[in-house]
């Protein structure tokens, strides 16, 4: 129990590092309980990149899972086996990577219930104008944004949201994946 708190306490501290996209996905699973298969593999490899290690991983995800309908024996049956395969532990045994945000962004598209994917390429640009706010940017700052989105350059409008979030004024490192947001953000934070 006391792991079970202090990992979901971690997390909740992390989850200021995170990228919008794993945003979304930790704020649905704690909404929902629950996660449909390409949230449960895009979140679910970003943590194991984070250094979640497999046992827990599964502990969050039972944990998570139990406190909507799914029990830990429905679990075990239904969900248990791939998270043990993104782990290469079954199947053909190949661990798995965290996606890039090329990944993200070119395959997958998220559909009606899903979480997954990036937020500016595939949230509808109203829906992302108010998460932009809600995340304090101030109409210019949600301008510049949005101006990316426009173009196509999500990564960028997503390198801008770093900047505008933690204060800094050129902070291009050239992102092209969700932990290395992660990380630059904690060299920042921490
Ligand atoms: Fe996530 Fe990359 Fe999209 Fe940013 S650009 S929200 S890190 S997928």
Request: charged share 25%.
């Amino acid at each position: 129990n006391d792991f079970r708190t202090s990992l979901s306490r971690a997390l909740a501290l992390a989850t200021r590092s995170f990228p919008l996209c794993m945003r979304s996905l930790h704020y649905a699973l704690r909404d929902q309980h629950h996660l449909r298969h390409g949230g449960r593999l895009q979140y679910g490899l970003f943590l194991k990149g984070l250094g979640l290690s497999l046992e827990q991983a599964l502990t969050f995800w039972r944990t998570e899972f139990a406190r909507g309908s799914i029990d830990p024996e429905k679990f075990e049956k239904g969900y248990a086996y791939n998270i043990r395969h993104a782990y290469g532990k079954e199947g053909k045994r190949t661990d798995y990577t965290p996606y890039s945000c090329m990944k993200i962004i070119q395959t997958n598209t998220p559909g009606p219930g899903d979480h997954h994917g990036c937020p500016f390429r595939h949230t509808d640009a109203d829906l992302l104008r108010q998460r932009l706010q809600s995340h304090r940017l101030s109409s210019s700052e949600i301008n510049q944004v949005m101006e990316y989105v426009k173009g196509m350059h999500y990564q960028l409008a997503c390198q801008k949201y770093f900047e505008f979030t933690h204060k800094v004024e050129d902070g291009a490192f050239g992102l092209s994946h969700p932990n290395q947001y992660f990380e630059e953000s904690q060299k920042l934070l921490s």
